[in-house]
């Protein structure tokens, strides 16, 4: 009973953490730019695996043209929505979730993930495990996060960031022998993850609705 305790404490914090950095508005936001400004394209330096992992200001806009109409929307069904609050949650959220596949912990990726996201880390987790592979990646650094995409549908809100980060990946088999990868050099990734929340329910946490690859 006791660790019954202990886990529902843990879980909770969880929840309670990105809830203080998913969408809560700071009261100095910035209004949403015009949709004729452009944004300059992004040129990606690739960097040592060694470097200190980081979290670096958004470059450019925060919020692409295709999405500003929906985080209007989102912004007038609950008042609290901040822009550059939810990035920076969903930077924190998306380390976090990366790390937990990465582990295989399964528990904590049903915390932050919906269902169908979850089943498909839970199936790659096993396959991993089966074929007797661990990864042994790192996330370096997250070189930009910005809202590509937005909508409000009823009382569901979706927001789509798409991040590009350095990782250094390795897979290892049971031996610790290097089966792929090098922690050498990190590799530029580019991913599309949609979070997903109700507004105004009882549950204040965004969950990891959906991923892609841009």
């Known amino acids: ?17 990105l809830y203080r950095v998913l969408g809560k508005r700071t009261g100095h936001e910035q209004p949403l730019p015009r949709p004729a400004e452009e944004r300059a394209p992004l040129t990606v330096v690739q960097r ?7 979290t670096r200001e958004p470059i450019g806009r925060s919020v692409e043209p295709k999405a500003e109409t929906g985080v209007r929307a ?22 976090m979730i990366l790390e937990a596949f990465w582990k295989g912990d399964e528990e904590q990726l049903a915390w932050l993930a919906e269902d169908e996201v979850r089943d498909a880390f839970t199936q790659a987790i096993q396959a991993r495990t089966e074929a007797g592979h661990v990864l042994d990646n790192r996330l370096v650094a997250i ?12 009382k569901l809100a979706r927001v789509t960031v798409r991040f590009d980060a350095a990782i250094a990946a390795v ?14 050099d990190a590799v530029d990734t580019h991913d599309v993850w949609t979070f997903a929340r109700v507004l105004k329910s009882k549950d204040p ?5 959906d991923t892609d690859e841009a």
């Open 1 to 17: 009973m006791f660790l019954v305790v202990i886990l529902a404490m843990v879980a909770g914090f969880m929840a309670l953490q």
């Open 48 to 54: 040592p695996a060694e470097a200190l992992p980081e």
């Open 74 to 95: 989102i912004i007038a069904a609950d008042p609290s929505f901040d822009v550059a609050r939810f990035l920076e949650g969903s930077q924190a959220a998306y380390r």
């Open 143 to 154: 070189e930009r996060a910005v809202i590509s995409d937005a909508s409000l549908e009823s």
């Open 171 to 184: 897979t290892r088999d049971a031996d610790n022998n290097v089966v792929a990868g090098s922690m050498t």
């Open 205 to 209: 946490n965004w969950k990891l609705a």
